[in-house]
């Protein structure tokens, strides 16, 4: 059985950081690209950053470049996604997904997911 946990959300002040992290089970992680999306209350799901599974590539949505970098730790089945300068509209619950061959930007094209973790950001 697949999981995805996330952790490291939490409450932080406009231009504070905090480190989310996924860890991965019950898949090959190292044949996984792995995402990361959010969701703001009343919004859309957007996608916020993804790393391809040789972990050499990644991009990013332009509202965080710049400010949040991904990665990952293949020997932990763990990505990360860290978050700095944050803004009040990073404000979201924050989502690990994990796809063979996403479309990465692309919601619906991930397999798995997690359950998320809520960053809250005050001004």
């Known amino acids: 059985q697949v999981q995805l946990v996330e952790s490291g959300g939490g409450l932080v002040q406009a231009g504070g950081s905090l480190r989310l992290s996924c860890v991965a089970s019950?898949?090959?992680?190292?044949?996984?690209?792995m995402g990361w999306f959010r969701q703001a209350p009343g919004k859309d799901s957007e996608f916020v950053a993804t790393?391809?599974?040789?972990?050499?590539?990644?991009y990013y949505a332009d509202s965080v470049k710049g400010r949040f970098t991904i990665s990952r730790d293949s020997p932990k089945n763990t990505v990360y996604l860290q978050m700095n300068s944050l803004k009040p509209e990073d404000t979201a619950v924050y989502y690990c997904?994990?796809?063979?061959?996403?479309?990465?930007?692309?919601?619906?094209?991930?397999?798995?997911w997690g359950r998320g973790t809520q960053v809250t950001v005050s001004s």
């Open positions: 019950g898949l090959t992680f190292s044949g996984y690209t």
């Open positions: 790393i391809l599974r040789s972990g050499g590539s990644t």
């Open positions: 997904a994990a796809g063979l061959r996403p479309a990465y930007r692309e919601i619906g094209t991930y397999d798995y």
